[in-house]
């Protein structure tokens, strides 16, 4: 009898939900991951994951969480999977739950919940401020075991290249590189899913981590498997200034009391300890009453640049604002929020326990990704599924706090269920494609990698991804102009040209992460493309994607999902309705009831 | 004008498992709030050393670049050390970088640490769950034993503390702090603790928590702050309990 097998590739939440579910199934699982999958991003997330479990009497339910969603993506998501996801949540959480995560605890020894942003409700469980690094960590012991009792098969420190398509347009396997060896290998499989994350690295700085490129997506694009909603970035409201990386500081922060501000006036010369409140300016406290400091995140990151660039009253004329915990009890803040004032004061010196911290918004996270259906993760191209940040389904035109740990977890077991259900239902499987398809492919990738490490020319590939990062950052992600927008395009055209001439400063052939990075920054140069494309055909203001032009959402016009296809080489931008059959669209306002 | 201030940075190089190492000196353009792995973008992008020699980026591991990943241990200054933490301002210069020593090198500053995760499968470091589908909600867990298994379970595997125990060399197998610590983590927790017997078990041979002489560098090396010494002190107890309750009920 044919024994199917399933190819996972990346080892974050996603992803490792995804092997648990396939391994318990009995189908075997080759897990792809370019770091040790236990340092992947999700180690990152910060401050909790929702679900409506109503333990502290506030009458909270899932049908309130599924409408905070909806309303907080500005009504850009398919409703009905965001409602399955917001019923599963609660037992998404007992499931960690026995896994042993460190939640923290209320005194009867019963998990505690705190609020979040977009929500009037404690919906957000946590483990202290490193609530992804203990998520991650349960699933990777879980995965662990499997992997000790022959279920699951780790290639760490291997990237993906791109997936081996059939003349029949199915998937039947990947196509890797191995990072040290560089050698370029194709892996027969009946399904495969890609959990491959987030895609910072296209703007340079983020809170992302080094990894997140987004390079198997494009790879994918580039394969024909659709692009959905690419235009919709999150921008953090509040994360520190780097020259390497933009360190984020949690929503968490203020989900325990803590405030933004700004002297009001800005010739202030007093350290923010000897201003007094009534020198201050809570800005979100006082344009958002509702919500306070609690505002989504498009909406407060929006009003610090409001205050930095219009109002000009940013610290010592810099983009930057105080987040202020330091009126926070120092027990509390120990047991709620240690995590991130380590990481402000490792890396500024500076105890935020006693001064405020100083922030500003940093790029976060895609709402946009690959494109799967509504219903079981499943991209357009069979045999390939998707879950967790790199695909689109979940969080609309914006993302509210705690629910990306959330929608992996969900995404990435729907999608373990479905490739299981499958490869079960194929007729003809991995076992029946001839190797001449996976020997083109391979040879493919390997002649990029010949012509890359052979060609001589000018151009440094880390100098241009840092002009696209800069390029990305000013144009395309708070504030959207149409003709910057097309400046922007025009201008990476000519890094892709650049591109073309690149040289690299190393030719060998063991661990050249020079090789894999020029790799990486080609699929790069295409998504930005996807990227800028969508935000300048979007003639409105929805969510994370703001046009000063058009400063309104336009549901007559835009109430559809972007969804790029790669034709004839280049991106090409096809709409589709939204399903909203479960929640009529209503205007969104966080300065008033609703 | 006022020459630029420099950074002066050395940097053990090794081109594979089998090459032999050299050290190579860069000089670079100082900016506020530079660390390590800034420091190693920059000789990305202008692989030149300071006499001028063309040579090729450093190899490393890096990833969250905010001490959580684990990925960016390294020898600085002679002490092992996360990369992105560690700022230039902070450190006497030239700087010295070197890779971590207890583990197998693969090029430059980059280290096969395949040896920890290999261990937490020697001692089952997981609950045991029955499976992923819906079993209802988990043991209640008093907040005492989780403030005191949350510090235990931030421990970001980066190997430091192995790096600097005199008990992990060539002659031997230790697992390390580390892995000791998780075992404590795992039998504290309520489900965790049905399966203590074998992990303390998985401990007791060649490798074993017995391996510890009580040098007590690990503790000091942690970037996280674990009480490992804690930990194997407790660990060792449990371990001689259970062994001697073996030997009494024969």
């Known amino acids: ?59 909270d339910t899932t049908d309130k969480h599924f409408d905070d969603t909806i309303y907080g993506g500005d009504f850009l998501a398919n409703q009905p999977l965001v409602k399955r996801m917001c019923e599963a949540a609660p037992s998404i959480i007992d499931l960690l739950d026995r896994m042993g995560v460190m939640f923290n605890r209320t005194p009867e020894g019963l998990l505690d919940y705190r609020r979040f942003g977009g929500t009037l409700y404690h919906r957000t469980a946590f483990a202290g401020a490193t609530t992804g690094q203990q998520l991650l960590y349960a699933l990777d012991e879980q995965v662990r075991r499997h992997e000790a009792e022959g279920r699951v098969k780790k290639f760490e420190g291997w990237n993906f290249l791109a997936a081996v398509i059939d003349e029949g347009r199915v998937c039947r396997g990947i196509c890797g590189m191995d990072l040290r060896s560089m050698e370029v290998r194709t892996f027969p499989a009946d399904a495969a899913i890609f959990a491959t994350g987030g895609i910072g690295a296209i703007f340079g700085r983020s809170t992302n981590s080094v990894v997140c490129t987004g390079s198997a997506q494009s790879a994918l694009f580039q394969q024909g498997v659709d692009y959905a909603n690419g235009e919709f970035i999150q921008v953090h409201p509040t994360a520190i200034p780097g020259e390497d990386k933009l360190r984020l ?8 009391g803590g405030r933004v501000w700004v002297p009001r006036n800005p010739a202030e010369k007093r350290g923010p300890k000897d201003i007094p409140e ?66 402000y ?36 191209v069979p ?162 994607h703001y046009k000063p032009e058009f400063p309104d959402r336009d549901d007559a016009n835009w109430l559809k999902t972007t969804r790029a296809k790669w034709v004839n080489c280049d991106v090409q931008l096809a709409y589709e309705p939204v399903d909203i059959s479960l929640i009529k669209p209503r205007a969104r306002r966080y300065d008033a009831a609703r | 004008m006022a020459e630029t201030k420099k950074v002066l940075i050395k940097i053990k190089r090794q081109a594979g498992p ?40 450093i190899t490393y591991d890096s990833n969250c670049l905010e001490e959580i990943c684990g990925s960016c241990a390294m020898l600085i200054n002679d002490k092992a050390r996360m990369a992105c933490s560690a700022l230039v301002d902070h450190l006497d210069q030239p700087i010295r970088i070197e890779p971590l020593t207890k583990f197998p090198l693969v090029r430059d500053l980059s280290v096969d640490r395949q040896f920890m995760f290999d261990s937490l499968k020697r001692v089952k470091a997981w609950i045991p769950i029955d499976g992923s589908y819906d079993l209802g909600e988990g043991p209640r867990v008093s907040p005492q034993v989780q403030a005191k298994g949350y510090p235990l379970s931030s421990c970001i595997t980066c190997g430091n503390c192995l790096e600097v125990c005199p008990q992990v060399n060539e002659h031997n197998q230790f697992v390390g702090a580390a892995i000791i610590s998780q075992v404590r ?61 073996g030997w009494l009920l024969g």
């Open chain 1, 278 to 343: 009534s020198d201050r300016f809570y800005f979100l406290e006082e344009w958002y009453p509702k919500y306070g400091n609690l505002v989504p995140r498009d909406i407060a990151t929006r009003a610090i640049h409001r205050i930095v660039y219009q109002e000009k009253l940013g610290l010592d004329g810099q983009a930057a604002v105080y987040l202020d915990v330091s009126h926070i009890p120092r027990e509390t803040l120990h047991r709620r929020l240690e995590g991130i004032l380590e990481i």
């Open chain 1, 249 to 256: 500081m949690s929503e968490s922060a203020r989900g325990e």
């Open chain 1, 383 to 544: 045999g390939i599924f998707a879950a967790g940040e790199c695909e689109y389904q979940y969080h609309g035109a914006n993302r509210l706090g705690a629910n990306s740990l959330v929608s992996c977890i969900f995404g990435g077991g729907l999608a373990g269920a479905s490739a299981v259900k499958y490869v079960k239902n194929l007729e003809k499987g991995a076992e029946a494609t001839a190797q001449a398809v996976y020997e083109s492919e391979r040879k493919r990738q390997e002649e990029k990698n010949q012509k890359l490490i052979s060609q001589e020319g000018s151009e440094n590939p880390v100098t241009i991804w840092r002009e696209l990062g800069d390029l990305m950052t000013e144009h395309v992600t708070v504030t959207r102009i149409n003709k910057n927008l097309q400046a922007a395009h025009a201008k990476i055209q000519t890094l892709e040209d650049r591109y073309k001439k690149i040289n690299l400063s190393d030719r060998t052939r063991w661990s050249n992460q020079t090789l894999n990075f020029a790799r990486e920054l080609e699929n790069m140069l295409v998504l930005s493309r996807v990227i800028t494309l969508g935000a300048l055909a979007r003639n409105e203001s929805r969510g994370a």
């Open chain 2, 185 to 245: 983590l795992f039998n504290i927790h309520p489900t965790g603790a049905m399966n203590k017997r074998e992990r303390l078990e998985a401990l007791m041979g060649p490798g074993g928590v017995q391996e510890c002489a009580n040098a007590q560098n690990c503790v000091k090396a942690c970037p996280k702050n674990i009480p490992l010494t804690e930990s194997i002190a407790e660990v060792n107890r449990d371990a001689w309990k259970q062994a001697l309750l």
């Open chain 1, 1 to 59: 009898m044919r024994q199917p097998k399933i190819i996972i590739v990346g080892g974050g939440l996603a992803g490792l939900m995804a092997t648990i579910r396939a391994a318990e199934s009995g189908i075997p699982v080759d897990l792809f991951s370019i770091v040790p999958v236990k340092r992947s991003h999700s180690v990152c997330a910060q401050g909790g994951i929702n679900a409506a479990k109503n333990q502290k009497g506030e009458g």
């Open chain 1, 345 to 380: 004061e490792k890396f500024l010196g500076v105890d935020p326990r006693e001064e405020p911290m100083k922030v500003f918004p940093g790029m976060h996270y895609t709402m946009g990704g690959i494109w799967v259906n509504g219903e079981d993760q499943t991209t357009n």
């Open chain 2, 18 to 57: 089998q090459e032999p190492s050299r050290w190579e000196e860069f000089s670079l353009n100082w900016r506020p709030s530079m660390n390590v792995i800034i420091c190693l973008r920059d000789i990305a992008e202008n692989p030149v050393t300071s006499s001028g020699k063309k040579t090729t980026p």
